[in-house]
């Protein structure tokens, strides 16, 4: 199984609803992310996991809130957002060495397209 | 700062051959990926060079100059699937260091 796989698909919300995003890999990767992406820009790296723990916190506001409950699942909590934060939300993975080394392919699921009204 | 230049637009004709070039200035290097994107779809990964040189896998070949800054994806015998945005990222450091740092995008256009 070489997939990531995120839901929902979409995802329209209000600015006081709570809503969770969710991603699952079963290749074994150790590293996580999620990316925020812009139409027509590149992703943003927003956070990164390695070996369940946080990482990496582009200092993403607090209206995100990230969780690796696992080594296969990932989720990005939404709470409060703003209209501005409508986007694709990406995840992706990729192997991580013991000693911290990284591997440089990622594997990202297909997004979940967020719109924030 | 750093950043990574690449053209914002390619067009080209099917079966033709196109070259997408990087520069990059980045406080670090370990290496330089590339990704391609179909609208509305996902980043693929589709190469990755550590040392100079060029790496083929099938049509798309990867080249880097560590010394020049540079690199270039090269796709031959375009075909119309071709058609979407292609990304140069650079890993800024080895080892403990997972943010890959993004150039804008190419979008590349093949006509028939």
């Known amino acids: 199984d070489t997939e990531v796989t995120q839901t929902p698909k979409h995802l329209v919300m209000g600015m006081t609803n709570k809503k969770s995003l969710k991603c699952e890999q079963h290749?074994?990767?150790?590293?996580m992310y999620w990316y925020k992406q812009k139409a027509k820009k590149p992703p943003e790296l927003m956070f990164v996991?390695?070996?369940?723990?946080?990482?990496i916190n582009e200092s993403v506001p607090s209206r995100f809130s990230p969780e690796c409950p696992n080594s296969s699942l990932l989720n990005l909590h939404l709470h409060a957002l703003q209209p501005e934060d409508s986007a694709l939300y990406l995840c992706?993975?990729?192997?991580?060495?013991?000693?911290?080394?990284?591997?440089?392919?990622?594997?990202f699921g297909p997004g979940t397209r967020l719109t924030v009204l | 700062g750093q950043s990574l230049e690449q053209p914002s637009e390619v067009t080209a004709v099917e079966g033709a051959i196109v070259q997408i070039n990087c520069t990059y200035q980045t406080s670090g290097f370990y290496g330089l990926s590339w990704y391609q994107q179909h609208d509305g779809g996902a980043p693929t990964f589709l190469s990755y060079n550590a040392l100079d040189g060029l790496e083929e896998t099938g049509r798309f070949s990867s080249f880097l100059s560590r010394s020049d800054s540079y690199g270039y994806l090269l796709l031959q015998e375009l075909q119309m699937k071709d058609s979407a945005s292609y990304f140069c990222a650079v890993s800024p450091n080895a080892g403990n260091n997972r943010k890959l740092i993004w150039g804008l995008g190419t979008s590349l256009a093949v006509n028939p």
């Open positions: 992706a993975s990729s192997l991580e060495g013991l000693a911290g080394v990284t591997y440089n392919e990622q594997f």
């Open positions: 290749m074994g990767h150790r590293a």
């Open positions: 996991y390695s070996y369940e723990k946080l990482s």
